[in-house]
């Protein structure tokens, strides 16, 4: 190739600082940054992430999803690396000159780093996607937002008229879940595929992502799964996620007397076969309710983070199918009400009724009416190649 194709191709070469802490915004950053290349092939990424954004084509400079941070307490042994790795991001600024910079949520970190960049590189253009939900908890960030971001890409309607409102330039993409939470299959070859029996009632358990969740939930669960197998035809299957190691788990089910099975990668597979489900708060709270499964939501953080949170809440609710609602539809058991019992007797409420199960797989399809049908990965990309052309 002539030198002087060359030095043009290079020219005309984009690059994105791309930064996606946890495992679920990796693969959020994975299916944007597709999207982008099938727009624009040339684009390079690096940042952070994990495997899946490696698999996507990004370099890796951090692997921020395995690090298992869930509040205040657990950042404190961990901040020398987050504040090294900012650094460190915000000089790469200068190095490789990247056109965009593109973040999804973790946003302590995230603000953090926009702040940094744009202090020292005022021109240097940054996109948000997946919002901090200023919405539910320090609705205060909006200011920062409001000083360091170039556009906000949001993923829930209502987002887009508080950024609005903030007069914060803002594009509502749609929820990445809703293109991502489907399964080929019905619900009969599901269970067939599980070996569920007609007679049995599979509960789907999804205790999190990490180490501190797993030890919050599984001891009062198991306790309260043990004593409800004793009276109903109860089969439990805890999809194990990625981050998290089979031994882990199992040192926990080798001290109780429930039957639990552990599965591997086929989550939203269990969801849909699933007759009702114990979820940890966060995004899988709104995997269930896509799916349609009946539920019963767990928040429980160390004290200290819990009573520090309480200060900055503005919402009624944990679980995001009761956020978007807008209402109760799934109960919630939050700190001391994570126990044997009151998980006992919210769960035994759904197994003895059907029809508090039907009613909720009524109310829980309208989620997915709520947040549309767009695809979110293919919105935030257009907008972002549109950032990048202006």
């Known amino acids: 190739m002539a030198p002087g194709r060359t030095s043009l191709l290079k020219a005309m070469r984009k690059k994105i600082m791309i930064v996606a802490g946890e495992a679920s915004a990796d693969l959020h950053a994975a299916a944007l940054v597709e999207k982008l290349k099938a727009l624009e092939p040339e684009i390079q990424f690096y940042g952070v992430g994990g495997e899946n954004l490696v698999k996507a084509g990004a370099e890796l400079w951090f692997d921020f999803s395995r690090m298992g941070v869930v509040g205040i307490l657990e950042v404190i042994p961990k901040l020398r690396f987050f504040l090294a790795a900012c650094d460190r991001l915000c000089q790469s600024i200068s190095t490789e000159k990247p056109d965009l910079v593109v973040l999804l949520d973790l946003p302590d970190f995230n603000l953090r780093l926009a702040k ?25 960030r909006v200011n ?12 829930f309607p209502f987002e887009e008229k508080v950024y609005q409102q903030a007069q914060v330039p803002v594009t509502f993409v749609g929820h990445p879940l809703i293109r991502r939470v489907r399964s080929d299959q019905s619900r009969d070859q599901l269970r067939a595929g599980f070996g569920i029996k007609p007679e049995e009632l599979l509960l789907v358990f999804m205790p999190g992502s990490r180490k501190e969740e797993l030890k919050h ?12 197998q004793k009276l109903f035809p109860l089969r439990v299957i805890m999809p194990l996620a990625p981050t ?30 699933g007759d009702l489900g114990l979820i940890g708060s966060g995004t899988a709270t709104l995997e269930a309710g896509l799916a349609g499964l009946p539920m019963v939501i767990l928040a429980r953080s160390a004290t200290f983070n819990y009573w520090m949170a309480r200060w900055f809440v503005h919402t009624d609710f944990v679980g995001l199918p009761n956020l978007i609602a807008e209402k109760k539809i799934a109960p919630e058991l939050i700190m001391s009400q994570v126990n044997p019992e009151r998980i006992y007797l919210e769960l035994e409420k759904l197994i003895a009724a059907p029809q508090l199960r039907v009613q909720m797989k009524s109310e829980l399809s309208r989620i997915r009416e709520k ?20």
């Not at 409001?146 to 906000?152: E, L």
């Not at 089979?246 to 007397?257: F, G």
Request: proline residues 4%; charged residues 25%.
């Open 371 to 390: 947040l549309g049908e767009k695809d979110a990965s293919a919105e935030a990309a257009e907008a972002i190649r549109a950032m990048l052309k202006s």
């Open 144 to 155: 920062t937002i409001r000083k360091y971001m170039d556009r906000m890409l949001v993923i």
């Open 217 to 228: 939930y599984l001891p009062p669960s198991l306790c309260a799964i043990a004593n409800l």
């Open 116 to 140: 940094k960049i744009k202090t020292k590189h005022p021109d240097q253009k940054i996109i948000y996607y997946i919002s901090p939900q200023v919405w539910a908890w320090r609705s205060g």
């Open 244 to 273: 998290l190691k089979e031994e882990l788990a199992r040192s926990y089910l080798d001290q109780s007397d429930a039957q639990m099975e552990l599965v591997s990668g086929r989550t939203y597979d269990l969801l849909f076969a």
